[in-house]
């Protein structure tokens, strides 16, 4: 068999295993192209791999395709008029099923997963480029994937068996308080640390066999600003752009096109030293970026800074995902930043993720809103624990009340008050909230989360408050 | 794609001699103590060139060797406490992030103290000439004096370097300043080892690594070209600097992923 044959046989073999992006309508009518690297759709033949150039109604750049496990998942990438699965628009990265149809302008696309699809997401099985796919590349997809992921320091296990799956283009969120093992696995997932024992795939490529791939594709912004305080930002630009490898050429353009995203222009000839918090953030964020990475990791990014600069930032890591596509690993102890900014959360605690899914589906599990009572006395502790569980069941309180879970669809203080009126129990303080993360890590490790009690309830919406002076009568929340 | 050999260590180096020179209050008391030092001793040391045996008649010129090393020897907490605040702030992993050598990232923040430590040799060297010192080895001699003081800062730098990598911190690495401090004066810095009287000093000062870089340093002041002194001196300076680097990137590698 000569060496041509042996190429093709191999396609041959390996294309009806990955995903398949058959074109039923549109530019592309009866083409089929197969997925086993992130491809982008799009109108533009400089940016996007399969190129819709005579469709107005496409953007740009459009739509993202990638392999995720054994599956497939589409994002939408900010087009103007949107991409449609099966009729609905997409909002966030989303997995797709087999005959699955996804349309984007004229086009229409029909999604076809074999069984025997290829379930290592490695470059062993690259995918042909596909015709007409300027740039297309056997690229592995943009996934983080954790495997029983262990660290231990002088006998303690600081993460204790994580396994996660990330998917292209997903904002994760990894939740947790202090001490709980978030920076470590990042420090694993980033190669900054060797893991005792366990597997984690970055971008494809193996954290313990493959470092130098996985640094390539990454990008990284540690807990604290990694910066040099007598350099400025035109310095740390310089020196990062060249030590990533960007042609000289390169350099003073993408630096100035990074500290213009980042609003550091105007300051970046001053010593980073006399840097805020957020411009050190910013500039750190935006030297992550240098290398165009393909998975961005950001270790509590927003941690000490102010609201505006918070939302500042993560305006730009929404836009990152919208725009270029890339996934981020992003590790918080703030319940509002996972509950904004991530796709999926995954909860740690103690080493252990205790729980993963959507933000919607964690606080759906955990049912109604929650009345927690705090007692006026403590010896009606256990009278107001009796009328409370005629609600619902009691659940644990995270202000050193009685807390009880109401049924689903009932969020009226009212009978609560009224309840414990007609005891005579006099109370404190009175908060009715929706179900939040919160709840949610307090539901499984029966403690709030670190910080999270400190929070002021009425700044995430969550939470109707009523303070009762102690010795007046009760009263109903609004009156 | 990697960054060839020379661009990594060019502007790791730049970086080096850059936050080197924006920090005065690190560069001035370099400058500064080892100056004081050699006044303050060669003040009051003349009457020690009258006794037998000793090598000169000019004690500040016996001195300045020491000095020279003293100067040098402040490479140590320059380095250490370089590659200590890069650990501490996480720019070392913001540079084993890039796709560059560990060697490289350990290395490079020598350069900054290379060159304040020729600069510094050179100041000594001009204030010992305006002071009376003469170079027994001549202009020759002088330019090795600065090569040697060169290999020297490079071997304190490196044992700071590896200091900083096993230890985490800059604040630590500052405990080199008092070590080298007591090695210098237990060595035969204020006296020629032969000419140490008390036997428990004379031993120390023998079997103490530091006498022999001042004697490398001091032969090319007093004795002329003295290959011995100087092969010792300059082979515990070599040794010293290699098996510093070695050490300090083999403990890097281990504890990151530079697979």
């Known amino acids: ?479 | 794609m990697s960054p060839s050999l020379g661009v990594q260590v060019g502007r790791l180096a730049r970086r080096s001699i850059t936050r080197t020179l924006r920090q005065p209050t690190i560069i001035v008391p370099n400058f500064v103590f080892p100056l004081f030092m050699l006044a303050v001793v060669s003040a009051g040391g003349d009457q020690v060139t009258d006794v037998k045996g000793f090598p000169t008649d000019s004690y500040i010129t016996f001195v300045l060797g020491a000095t020279l090393v003293q100067g040098s020897a402040g490479a140590a907490t320059m380095a250490g406490n370089a590659l200590g605040s890069d650990i501490s702030t996480g720019f070392l992993s913001r540079l084993t992030l890039t796709p560059i050598r560990a060697s490289t990232v350990v290395i490079a923040p020598l350069a900054g103290v290379a060159l304040l430590g020729v600069a510094q040799a050179v100041v000594f060297l001009l204030v010992g000439l305006a002071a009376g010192v003469s170079v027994e080895a001549g202009v020759a001699g002088a330019l090795a004096l600065l090569a040697v003081v060169l290999l020297m800062v490079l071997a304190f730098g490196a044992i700071g370097l590896l200091a900083a990598v096993l230890t985490g911190s800059a604040e630590q690495v500052q405990a080199l300043v008092a070590l080298v401090l007591a090695l210098l004066f237990m060595s035969s810095m204020l006296m020629p080892r032969n000419l140490i009287e008390q036997d428990w000093f004379r031993t120390i000062a023998t079997y103490n690594p530091m006498s022999y870089l001042v004697e490398a340093t001091r032969s090319l002041l007093i004795t002329g070209w003295d290959v011995e002194a100087l092969a010792v001196g300059c082979g515990l300076a070599a040794a010293a600097m290699i098996l510093a680097l070695a050490a300090a990137v083999a403990s890097l590698n281990r504890s990151i992923l530079k697979a």
Request: glycine fraction near 10%.
């Open chain 1, 1 to 479: 068999m000569d060496s041509s044959t042996d190429r093709h046989t191999t396609r041959s073999r390996l294309i009806p295993t990955l995903p398949m992006l058959a074109f039923v309508a549109g530019q592309k009518a009866g083409a089929e192209l197969p997925v086993g690297s992130q491809l982008v759709v799009g109108r533009d033949a400089g940016a996007a791999d399969v190129v819709l150039d005579e469709d107005d109604q496409v953007s740009r750049r459009h739509a993202a395709f990638s392999p995720a496990g054994s599956g497939l998942t589409v994002q939408d990438l900010g087009s103007t008029n949107g991409t449609f699965v099966n009729g609905r628009r997409l909002e966030h990265a989303t997995a797709l099923s087999a005959g699955d149809r996804v349309e984007l302008g004229e086009t229409a696309i029909e999604v076809r997963l074999s069984d025997a699809m290829v379930a290592d997401p490695a470059p062993a099985a690259p995918a042909a480029p596909p015709q007409g796919a300027p740039g297309a590349s056997a690229l592995p997809p943009n996934t983080v994937e954790a495997e029983d992921l262990v660290k231990e320091f002088r006998g303690h296990r600081a993460v204790d068996g994580v396994s996660l799956f990330v998917n292209p283009g997903e904002i994760y969120g990894f939740l947790g308080p202090n001490g709980a093992g978030k920076s470590t696995t990042v420090h694993m997932l980033t190669t900054l640390l060797p893991p005792t024992s366990g597997t984690a795939r970055v971008a494809g490529f193996d954290v313990k066999t493959q470092g130098g791939s996985v640094r390539t594709a990454i990008g990284v912004a540690l807990q604290a600003a990694a910066l040099d305080p007598n350099l400025d930002a035109w310095e740390h630009m310089d020196l990062q752009t060249a030590l990533q490898g960007l042609p000289k050429g390169q350099r003073r353009q993408r630096g100035a096109e990074l500290l213009e995203r980042v609003g550091l222009t105007d300051a970046a000839g001053r010593r980073v030293g006399g840097y805020s918090g957020g411009m050190k953030r910013r500039l750190d964020l935006a030297l992550a970026l240098v290398h165009r990475p393909r998975v961005l990791f950001l270790d509590e990014p927003t941690t000490g800074l102010d609201p505006q600069s918070r939302t500042a930032l993560w305006e730009e890591v929404a836009r990152l995902v919208r725009e270029e596509g890339m996934t981020v690993f992003l590790t918080t102890q703030y319940l509002e930043e996972a509950d904004i900014m991530a796709d999926r959360v995954g909860i740690i605690d103690h080493g252990e993720i205790v729980a993963e899914d959507t933000p919607a589906s964690l606080k759906a599990e955990i049912g109604g809103a929650t009345v927690e009572v705090l007692p006026l006395e403590s010896a009606d502790f256990a009278a107001v624990s009796q009328v409370l569980a005629r609600f619902g069941e009691l659940v644990g309180a995270a202000h050193k009340g009685v807390a009880v879970r109401l049924p689903p669809g009932v969020d009226d203080l009212a009978d609560v008050i009224r309840s414990l009126d007609a005891e005579s129990l006099r109370v404190s303080n009175v908060q009715l909230h929706a179900p939040t993360l919160d709840d949610v890590f307090l539901a499984k490790t029966g403690r709030s989360l670190e910080g999270a009690a400190g929070e002021d309830p009425a700044e995430n919406g969550a939470a109707q408050q009523l303070t009762i002076v102690p010795g007046a009568p009760s009263a109903v929340p609004g009156q």
